[in-house]
């Protein structure tokens, strides 16, 4: 077993780590601030970038500067921001769609205690417990408080309007995936515009992407775990996600793996859910803001805007 042989280091050594390796940092006085509430490891992250390609010891690129790090940090969290705004709407359209759905169809608030609903992969008494959990002890929601006071009689898991205001993204993508019925499934799925196979690909994507972006990870220079899938019918309707982008170096990546691929599923279901919400004029404004992000590493074209899907949504003069 290797021994971790990293001292810690105080902020001024920290700073003087990065000036060491070609770091120009004007003013210490502020990159000693954004150490200190920002930290060492998570920026590391973003210095990446910057350092020479194929050096065993890490040297920065010439002339690169502190500001330009702190840059690349700060658009990435606006991202998250951006997304996370985006993908509130989804998650509360998947919420609401599937509890219409399925009350409507059944004409029973508790039909999703039928186990039959499901496919038998799926875990329903998982499911069965989980909202047991939920739905009990001094944490639950206020709305449980009422129906359980007010209904005593009725069982311990809320009717489906309940249910889903209780369950996680992932664990309604889950449920959203694993329902029976072809009837349900289209009925859910004709809301989003795409058949049930590509949008149990997407939502479970974009359930990721949101915790990474609740949890502050970095979302720029990510590869996804699983490509979500590129559908057999109606890509047409999608802007073009290349296979493969170079970087520098000779290198390439993986861009149906990257984060461009999820922009462009967010982008053509909101166009459904919410068409009036100019989601697409304010990436492209903060694109905008930021000229000198690597693209690339998004797995997003240079010439992005160009595709026939953008030039759709975005207006005339939008920045480029």
């Not at 050594?13 to 070609?22: C, N, S, V």
């Not at 999703?112 to 047991?132: P, T």
């Not at 196979?197 to 970095?218: G, K, Q």
């Not at 970087?247 to 982008?267: D, M, P, T, W």
Request: net charge positive.
């Amino acid at each position: 077993m290797n021994s971790y042989l990293k001292p810690p280091l105080l902020l001024d050594d920290q700073l003087a780590l990065l000036a060491e390796r070609g770091l120009l940092i004007p003013d210490r006085a502020s990159a000693r601030h954004y150490l200190a509430n920002i930290s060492y490891f998570r920026l590391s992250a973003y210095t990446r970038p910057f350092y020479l390609p194929g050096q065993v010891e890490h040297q920065f690129i010439g002339g690169t500067r502190f500001e330009q790090v702190l840059d690349l940090y700060l658009f990435d969290r606006e991202l998250r921001l951006l997304l996370l705004d985006a993908i509130e709407r989804l998650e509360v359209a998947l919420r609401a769609r599937v509890t219409e759905v399925l009350a409507t169809h059944y004409q029973d608030p508790f039909c999703y205690l039928d186990s039959a609903l499901f496919a038998s992969r799926y875990n329903h008494d998982w499911l069965r417990a989980e909202l047991s959990k939920k739905a009990a002890g001094h944490k639950m929601e206020h709305f449980m408080v009422h129906y359980r006071q007010r209904y005593p009689a009725a069982p311990p898991e809320p009717p489906i309007w309940m249910a889903m205001e209780l369950l996680t993204f992932a664990q309604i993508s889950s449920f959203f995936a694993h329902l029976r019925s072809p009837g349900v499934q289209k009925a859910i799925c004709e809301h989003f515009g795409w058949p049930h196979t590509v949008l149990t690909s997407w939502f479970r994507s974009l359930s990721d992407l949101r915790n990474w972006c609740a949890h502050h990870s970095r979302v720029w220079n990510r590869e996804l775990g699983t490509a979500p899938l590129w559908p057999k019918k109606g890509s047409e309707r999608l802007a073009e996600v290349p296979e493969r982008l170079a970087l520098n170096a000779g290198q390439s990546l993986n861009s149906r793996k990257r984060l461009y691929f999820l922009v462009v599923i967010i982008e053509s279901l909101l166009l459904r859910v919410s068409p009036d919400s100019q989601w697409s004029q304010r990436l492209a404004a903060l694109l905008a803001k930021y000229p000198h992000i690597s693209l690339a590493h998004m797995g997003m074209p240079v010439s992005w805007q160009q595709d026939p899907f953008w030039q759709q949504v975005l207006p005339q003069g939008a920045p480029q």
